[in-house]
């Protein structure tokens, strides 16, 4: 359904605003005031109608915020900021108390580097409306290569309220976005949980996607059983050497592939509707590296034997060295056709059958 010129207008104001003030909605929710408040109402007062949509999927979070089980998770995963826990680094600093962990995100409020409908993702996701796209400050990891250092190390970003963040989210919805996908939002779990509950409330009904490095704790990803949609985290490492040296995070490869395990556990194998457009599922990402540092087809041969064969995976190409990669001679380069071919041409001859379509043309 086409939307109005005035209707865009208005929800693209509401985006603009959130970024350049922080607009709290409804709520003071900030750390400074001197006070613990409680998690933000959800009684759904005030709401916004969510356009007509041809899909008739809806997400099972609406049946978890109408039982009032979302809010419990939400304040379940809030209190594990006490002494934190929220990825396996478990940090155990109390960030309701203005302490910063490894990852130096705030408690109380959030830090959000970017709002938009998002038309670079996998295209199952993007369809005509764009993915309605949450960039989040600050990270769990430390890759010496990563694209947007300034948002995940440096922490670049607008500090916004789980009222801010829920209205965003319904905005998104308003523009057209197929999905409500956060990108990094571990460390944020709480904080949008809490924000759904909200949103869900004032009429959001479009897929969460959880767009994740893929390090989390299972104990962790268990809460959010029935409140993700859509899992998209990344395999980057194989081998624990490399991950080590690339992301400061020798443990990664384990606890990525039993946290991969309970997402596909949890939402299976994502297809498309009848509109080419994936509401449901798990979406793997995988980035080949120069001179196989991210083990590919190690990382191809476990998907193979743990996985279905028709599990979604987008092998990406796009490596490129930046933030501090010209350090490490191995990945100081980008990566040449033949290295991609050879692990597109792996994933093939392991019976992989579900290629995302940027990688499928790779193949004979």
């Known amino acids: 359904m086409k939307m109005s010129i005035f209707r865009t207008a208005t929800a693209l104001g509401l985006l603009s605003v959130f970024l350049m003030v922080g607009l709290s909605t409804r709520i003071s929710y900030g750390a400074g005031s001197g006070e613990k408040p409680d998690l ?4 759904g007062r005030s709401g916004s109608t969510p356009i007509s949509r041809e899909s008739d999927f809806v997400p099972s979070y609406v049946e978890l915020h109408k039982s ?106 308003e523009l057209g976005s197929h999905n409500i996908n956060v990108v990094t939002p571990t460390h944020y779990s709480p904080h949008i949980v809490a924000a759904l509950d909200i949103a869900a409330g004032q009429g959001l009904r479009i897929p969460l996607v959880w767009n994740t490095s893929g390090w989390e704790r299972v104990e962790v990803l268990r809460l959010l059983d029935g409140v993700v949609d859509i899992y998209l985290p990344d395999i980057k490492f194989a081998a624990s050497a490399e991950a080590g040296e690339y992301t400061a995070t020798p443990s990664y490869p384990e606890d990525t592939r039993a946290a991969v395990l309970e997402m596909h556990r949890q939402v299976g194998v994502a297809r498309p509707d009848s509109g080419g457009i994936i509401n449901r599922g798990l979406m793997i990402r995988h980035l080949v590296m120069p001179d196989s540092a991210s083990g590919s087809r190690e990382v191809l041969d476990w998907i193979a034997e743990n996985l279905p064969s028709d599990t979604y995976i987008n092998i990406m190409e796009q490596y490129s060295p930046h933030h501090q990669a010209f350090n490490f001679p191995r990945i100081a380069r980008r990566i040449d056709p033949g290295e991609y071919q050879a692990v597109v041409d792996h994933a093939r001859d392991l019976g992989l059958t579900n290629l995302d379509s940027r990688t499928a043309r790779w193949l004979d």
Do not use: K
Not at 40 to 43: A, E, M, S, V, Y
Not at 157 to 169: H, K, R, W
């Open 40 to 43: 933000p109402r959800t009684d």
């Open 68 to 173: 009032g089980e979302l809010a419990r998770r939400a304040g379940e995963l809030w209190q594990m900021m006490e002494s934190c826990t929220l990825c396996p680094r478990s940090c155990g600093v109390n960030r309701l108390a203005g302490e910063r962990g490894y990852c130096r995100a705030p408690g109380y409020r959030l830090i959000l580097a970017a709002i938009q409908p998002h038309f670079g993702e996998e295209r199952p996701l993007v369809g005509r409306g764009g993915s309605g796209t949450l960039f989040f400050s600050h990270c769990n990891l430390r890759c010496v290569f990563c694209q947007n250092y300034q948002i995940s190390i440096q922490g670049r970003g607008t500090a916004v309220s789980i009222n801010d963040l829920a209205a965003a989210m319904l905005s998104l919805q």
